[in-house]
């Protein structure tokens, strides 16, 4: 079975503390994304890489960066997390038969999230 | 630019009843459509999706959606609903002529009455 695991479920923070949001896949996928699920605004696309050290800006990403090392670990970072960005954070990849956004043709395989919280 | 939308927030159906989760959706050029599910603190998992070829699409769980070209519609039914598929359902389009990857939509919530 697939598997993308993100290491925290529940995650409380402070203003102004640096956040790392870490996912790891286990199917050697050439594509990670993550997004940000809100209510009312459904998911919404912060980054995404296509391959080790490659990175792009999806839709929302001021206020974070990520990181791609490894193949199997893509992480996200709140350099100065602010209360706005209290929110349910969500890691997929996908198989590589496309790199980017063409990719999101096949389906993504999500991890089951780590909610967020910014006091 | 792409967009979809999911008119509905929440939907109630009564168990064994037939069920309807509307969509639609704006691109410039073909479609690529998907639906998604995401059951309580769990991720989103993949459903169905439509590319090409018959307008019916099965998917998991026995849901199926039919695209509609002239409608630019793309719902998601099943003909008897289980108090199991109570859950929030995503419905996502990107143009396939395009460079920009899934656009999701708001999500609408299904409730399945015993």
């Known amino acids: 079975d697939v598997k993308v695991t993100q290491s925290s479920r529940y995650l409380v923070k402070r203003t102004g503390e640096k956040v790392f949001l870490e996912c790891v896949q286990d199917?050697?996928?050439?594509?990670m994304f993550w997004y940000r699920q809100d209510p009312g605004l459904g998911l919404r696309l912060i980054y995404f890489s296509y391959d080790v050290k490659m990175k792009e800006k999806g839709d929302i990403p001021e206020g974070y960066s990520v990181s791609r090392e490894k193949k199997e670990r893509f992480s996200l970072i709140l350099e100065s997390a602010s209360t706005n960005q209290t929110s349910m954070y969500l890691c997929a990849s996908i198989p590589v038969w496309d790199r980017g956004p063409r990719a999101t043709n096949e389906k993504l395989f999500f991890g089951s999230g780590t909610q967020l919280s910014v006091l | 630019a792409q967009s979809v939308a999911q008119p509905e927030d929440q939907v109630n159906v009564a168990e064994g009843n037939p069920l309807t989760v509307k969509c639609t959706y704006s691109v410039s050029g073909n479609p690529y459509l998907f639906w998604y599910v995401q059951y309580p603190n769990r991720g989103l998992q993949f459903l169905l999706k439509y590319i090409t070829g018959d307008n019916l699409v099965k998917g998991s769980y026995g849901f199926e959606a039919e695209f509609n070209k002239s409608q630019t519609s793309f719902h998601l039914k099943k003909p008897s609903a289980l108090v199991s598929d109570s859950a929030l359902y995503f419905c996502?389009?990107?143009?396939?002529?395009?460079?920009?990857?899934?656009?999701f939509g708001k999500g609408t919530h299904l409730i399945i009455q015993p």
């Open positions: 199917m050697d996928h050439e594509n």
């Open positions: 996502a389009v990107r143009d396939a002529g395009g460079a920009d990857g899934l656009t």
